[in-house]
């Protein structure tokens, strides 16, 4: 059916484009990418329609020149004000967010090629980062390093890069501060590079001087990476990953440490579909390409974060390839 896409991951999955805003229709016998930016028509290979007022009344204008009175959206990205301008129209919609996740999910051959690229990148950005790792330098200084490794063979970072170390390791989402590093401290380094629109997301955690408590730890965070990839095969829920993993730690006692997903789909976005969460409902199939990332984290003391990504092929193949080990 005829669709309009509003999500700039929809708009490049379905343009091609490396760079691209407003939004794309998408007719039985063409396609229109509808926005302000005059540059894009030199850029785009569909038809270009310049918006001269506001794109959703462009939209309005256009749909109404095609005698469109039904049109398939994504409820889950298309914006208020846009579904509020279709209501006023009185232009049915359909939410076929489900056949655009479904599609999006099955990685091509050119799109595998760009991941593994942005896979390549974020290696080489964290051998040089694990290699810089000294005491007494901050969070940020070593956040620096990598993320200029990374801007040397990428189009951009694929989000802000999460150094953290001590106890600011027990929050799986943090800015890097000043706060220097110890010998003694956990330190997670969380890194990503964008090619093509395509993003990798790698994670280690290092200790200069671990004890034996965070080598043990350690060690349990490697079994369940290899416990979930156990578990991910084509057809099989991606939450039985998760159940598996959550009964490892049950078992070894640390079921409390354990406060996030297991992984996430890894594409045009650095979280898509699909899941692996207690409550996932995506079903697995071969050519998805995703991140496993099992972690332990506890206020106070800290935590860590082993993450990497790969893609479904009858079993998971690992497209990062950097070493393990807790010691820099």
């Given at each position: 059916?005829?669709t ?44 270009f ?62 799109e ?7 896979c ?8 040089v ?75 280690r ?102 993450e ?21």
């Amino acid at each position: 059916m005829n669709t309009l896409l509003d999500s700039e991951s929809d708009l490049r999955y379905f343009s091609g484009q490396q760079s691209t805003s407003g939004m794309l229709l998408i007719t039985k016998g063409r396609k229109y990418l509808i926005a302000k930016d005059p540059d894009l028509a030199r850029l785009t290979r569909f038809s270009f329609v310049p918006v001269d007022t506001t794109v959703p009344d462009a939209v309005i204008a256009m749909l109404r020149k095609l005698r469109i009175r039904k049109i398939g959206v994504r409820n889950d990205t298309i914006s208020y004000t846009m579904v509020k301008k279709l209501e006023e129209a009185h232009i049915k919609t359909q939410d076929v967010a489900n056949e655009i996740i479904e599609r999006r999910e099955i990685k091509t051959k050119q799109e595998l090629s760009s991941i593994k690229k942005a896979c390549s990148v974020a290696d080489e950005a964290m051998r040089v980062t694990r290699e810089s790792i000294c005491p007494g330098m901050t969070e940020r200084e070593l956040c620096s390093i990598a993320a200029a490794e990374l801007l040397c063979g990428s189009e951009r970072l694929s989000f802000d890069l999460i150094v953290e170390s001590g106890e600011n390791c027990a929050y799986a989402h943090y800015y890097p501060t000043e706060r220097k590093i110890r010998p003694t401290d956990l330190v997670i380094v969380d890194i990503g590079a964008c090619v093509d629109g395509y993003h990798s997301d790698l994670t280690r955690t290092f200790c200069m001087q671990p004890d034996e408590e965070k080598q043990h730890l350690y060690d349990a965070l490697l079994t369940a990476r290899r416990i979930a990839l156990d578990n991910i095969r084509p057809g099989r829920p991606a939450k039985g990953a998760y159940d598996a993993v959550g009964a490892f730690f049950k078992k070894r006692g640390v079921a409390g440490m354990w406060k996030y997903n297991l992984g996430h789909g890894i594409g045009l976005d650095v979280h898509e579909e699909p899941w692996f969460s207690k409550t996932s409902h995506d079903m697995l199939r071969d050519e998805m390409t995703f991140a496993i990332e099992p972690g332990l984290h506890k206020k106070g003391w800290g935590g860590m974060r082993i993450e990497d990504d790969y893609v479904l092929h009858g079993r998971p193949i690992k497209l990062t390839r950097s070493e393990y080990g807790l010691v820099p």
